[in-house]
């Protein structure tokens, strides 16, 4: 079955450090997400993103995130100047559209656990 | 704006005991879909039903059973004969095409406990 692949799995950083977070969608999704999970809390939206550019962004993706795709196949998430509160799993996930139909819904990938001392 | 309610933190129960996960929701849109989504200690969101909010027709896969009762904005999950592997935080979403925009909106989630 196609899955969302994402790494690193953990990843520990430095307050104020530059992290790229990486994910690899499945590949004939068109709809690119992601999302935050502060730990025991709920999973919250961060960014969705369709044909190279963002289609939505909640308040929390302020100045210091940013995503990107690359190439054909990933799509990353950095964090410009990490600060303690972003310590958080980070989920990517994908869709074939963000429509109706079979197609909104999101397969999401295992998580990127970011934990910034 | 969407928003969902879980209002059942943690729950525990026995295995083999039936359990029934709550989850009501908000939206102004006509069309939208409600979605479950099981988190296990491993961390991943492993999806479980979706629905649309024209198919008011209960649906039962296995052990797992959902109720959807638009009449009070309810989307509830039950399991039968709960078993340990079920322990899990569940989530409820919704996702909606206007106003919530192009999103699935997630509950707090529901912690379920099976012990032997």
């Known amino acids: 079955e196609p899955e969302v692949t994402q790494t690193p799995s953990h990843q520990v950083t430095q307050m104020g450090q530059e992290v790229i977070l990486r994910c690899v969608p499945i590949?004939?999704?068109?709809?690119f997400y992601w999302y935050r999970q502060i730990l025991g809390q709920k999973v919250e939206f961060l960014v969705s993103?369709?044909?190279?550019?963002?289609?939505?962004k909640s308040e929390i993706f302020d100045d210091q995130f940013s995503v990107e795709r690359p190439d054909g196949s990933n799509f990353t998430l950095k964090i410009r100047s990490t600060k303690l509160e972003d310590s958080a799993m980070y989920f990517c996930?994908?869709?074939?559209?963000?429509?109706?139909?079979?197609?909104?819904?999101?397969?999401f990938g295992a998580g990127s656990r970011l934990t910034v001392l | 704006a969407q928003k969902v309610t879980q209002a059942q933190t943690e729950i525990s129960v026995v295995e083999k005991e039936d359990v029934t996960l709550d989850c009501v929701y908000e939206?102004?849109?006509?069309?939208?879909?409600l979605f479950w989504y099981k988190q296990p200690p491993s961390g991943e969101l492993v999806f479980l039903i979706r629905?649309?909010?024209?198919?008011?027709q209960n649906e039962i896969s296995g052990r797992y059973s959902w109720n959807f009762q638009k009449s009070t904005s309810s989307f509830n999950f039950t399991i039968t004969a709960s078993q340990v592997v079920d322990s899990a935080v569940y989530f409820c979403?919704?996702?909606?095409?206007?106003?919530?925009?192009?999103?699935?909106?997630f509950g707090t989630g529901t912690q379920l406990k099976v012990e032997l």
């Open positions: 996930a994908s869709s074939p559209t963000s429509g109706g139909g079979g197609a909104n819904v999101l397969t």
């Open positions: 590949s004939n999704h068109l709809y």
């Open positions: 993103f369709y044909n190279n550019e963002i289609s939505e």
């Open positions: 939206t102004r849109d006509t069309t939208y879909y």
């Open positions: 629905r649309n909010s024209f198919d008011e």
């Open positions: 979403a919704l996702f909606a095409f206007t106003g919530g925009g192009n999103k699935l909106t």
